[in-house]
DNA sequence: CGAGTTATTGACGAGAGTCAAACAACGTGG
DNA sequence: CCACGTTGTTTGACTCTCGTCAATAACTCG
């Protein structure tokens, strides 16, 4: 397995939700960091439920298989986010490495009791929950009603927008693979291809490598995305996108 | 609006859930009831999250509306059922009446407070938000990857599942019409009939009326909900499908 | 019973999936 | 440093499921 490239990037970020944004992270200071190559495995779906992990470094995907092969990404996880908060008994994902991670871990039992120990971090943890809850409400809405076009443009706009600071001139880093990003949007690895290609097309991104995407105009992907208000200008559009 | 039925049914099931299995419903114990009549909202995406409800007895629908009309249900909640848990800030959805209801609300203070003061309750609150998640991811895997089968198989059992108890001799109530059973499962009003009628002929359900469903054979709605591991008998279903 | 709503069925088309081939990126070894 | 093989990605041709539009049928309730 192959590093996909500088995780320096992923760290600058790190550093400051590790601090700032994350009060949880001080339930995982105390761990030893553990490395997990690209592509290895976290934990597996349908195993009792033991730990949670803080990324230190890198990104995760958090995925289910159901019958005959078919995987779905339910989330990608990025340095400083918690994962395995929700679970209750058993895992109910398997969580994978994208890029070369670096993690830490604290068992169950620990993480719950510190929580309910510290009045800090108790609504931490609400937070992180209705957050995790309102993420999938917003991924539902994505897999129930938009198209290849829009689903794309959504994820191109959400990692742009969590990765703000280290958006260089526009150019955004997809450490994932095009299937890993086919499995999270619900569709093949070929309409992936084919609809980035035509965000190409129009100028709207340019790709660079498989891994980089040079973003040329963020207004067009917002009114793409099929999240506008403003559906005047998306009407015509829709009406004319062949 | 009208009566869509039986709300007796309901009450049922409310009674033992409201007692039993759902521990923060001491929170709401003390609140008046209020009635809402089919169709009417309770809240409204947007605005401010300042209550949370707990249904007494009826079905809710939870939805969202994202540009031109397409409308997304999130969740459909019963008896018994916490609206509003995972909230923070905002609504992120509309509460609709489907079946005249009776709810009970608290402010969202008085129910922070009174989780964050009691010991049984905090676990509970938590134990929600997590099931909410699972059921969220759950909902995930339909929309991403189940063709329209799968999917109303998948929701009729979900349905007989959760009213077991007032499953007679296999015969189970839709409260909601085809329009929400679409809006819910991602697909249009049409392929839901069309689906349904195609189970009806394959004889694993009878529609009698609008709002009822006599199930045939359960076995055969698991087999071909999408969720079966033995996929052995399921692979020559998917060959031959049409 | 009849008007209005909701559901079903049919004909057709579009968007995404499938299968297969060409192509580009990346790492390796000469 | 460049040819090579591997792996991942793009593109093309075709199919199929589901969506759209429209007509008919079944409920519901005054």
């Not at 569709?187 to 084919?194: D, G, M, P």
Request: charged share 25%; glycine share 6%.
């Amino acid at each position: 397995m192959l590093m996909q490239g500088n995780t320096a990037f992923e760290n600058v970020e790190a550093t400051s939700k590790l601090s700032c944004d994350q009060p949880l992270a001080s339930v995982f200071q105390m761990s030893a960091t553990e490395t997990v190559e690209a592509g290895e495995a976290i934990c597996w779906e349908g195993d009792a439920a033991k730990h949670l992990f803080q990324i230190v470094e890198g990104v995760v995907r958090l995925h289910r298989i159901i019958g005959e092969g078919r995987r779905v990404i339910t989330a990608f996880q990025f340095a400083g986010d918690v994962v395995g908060a929700f679970l209750q008994g058993d895992l109910l994902f398997t969580a994978e490495a994208v890029t070369d991670c670096k993690i830490r871990r604290v068992s169950r039992k620990t993480f719950h009791d510190e929580v309910s120990r510290s009045d800090a971090l108790r609504p931490a943890y609400i937070n992180l929950l209705c957050k995790e809850t309102a993420a999938a409400h917003d991924q539902m809405v994505l897999l129930s009603k938009k198209n290849a076009e829009e689903r794309l443009c959504s994820f191109i706009l959400k990692l742009a927008l969590r990765s703000e600071s280290q958006l260089k001139k526009g150019l955004l880093r997809l450490p994932m693979n095009r299937q890993d990003i086919a499995d999270y949007l619900g569709l093949t690895i070929e309409t992936v291809s084919r609809t980035i290609s035509k965000l190409a097309a129009k100028n709207i991104v340019i790709p660079e490598g498989r891994h980089d995407l040079r973003i040329v105009s963020q207004s067009r992907l917002v009114q793409l995305s099929g999240n506008s208000d403003d559906f005047s200008e998306k009407t015509c559009h829709r009406g004319s996108v062949h």
